[in-house]
């Protein structure tokens, strides 16, 4: 059985930095991705990566997060930073055992998520 455990949310000003992370256990894990959801909006795509390395990113974060992962550890991680309001959510990570070339996939393609951290981003 897959399990996805997410940490590091909290509350942060305007500006401010968080490091979320996603440890998964069970499965060797392939394609990995970061979601958020705001109240009244849909799930959106934070950030995806390859068993490989590769990344994409949604386009409001941009040149503001990083999405990187260690592969021995079965881990992830989303480094945010210049983090406005408008990034308050419940951030979801997501995996897969398959893997993928290219880092954007399906949201349907992936098998396994974890509970959500909240993250509000406010003075």
């Known amino acids: 059985q897959v399990q996805l455990v997410e940490s590091g949310g909290g509350l942060v000003q305007p500006g401010g930095s968080l490091r979320l992370s996603c440890v998964a256990s069970?499965?060797?894990?392939?394609?990995m991705g970061w979601y958020r959801q705001a109240p009244g909006k849909q799930r959106e795509l934070v950030a995806t990566?390859?068993?490989?390395?590769?990344?994409d990113y949604g386009d409001s974060v941009k040149d503001r997060f990083t999405i990187s992962r260690d592969n021995a550890k079965n881990t992830a991680w989303l480094q945010m930073s210049s983090l406005r309001p408008e990034d308050t959510a419940v951030y979801y990570c997501?995996?897969?055992?398959?893997?993928?070339?290219?880092?954007?996939?399906?949201?349907?393609?992936?098998?396994?998520w974890g509970q959500g951290t909240q993250v509000t981003v406010s003075s």
């Open positions: 997501g995996a897969t055992l398959r893997r993928y070339p290219s880092p954007r996939i399906r949201y349907s393609a992936y098998d396994y």
């Open positions: 069970g499965a060797s894990i392939g394609h």
């Open positions: 990566i390859t068993s490989g390395g590769l990344t």
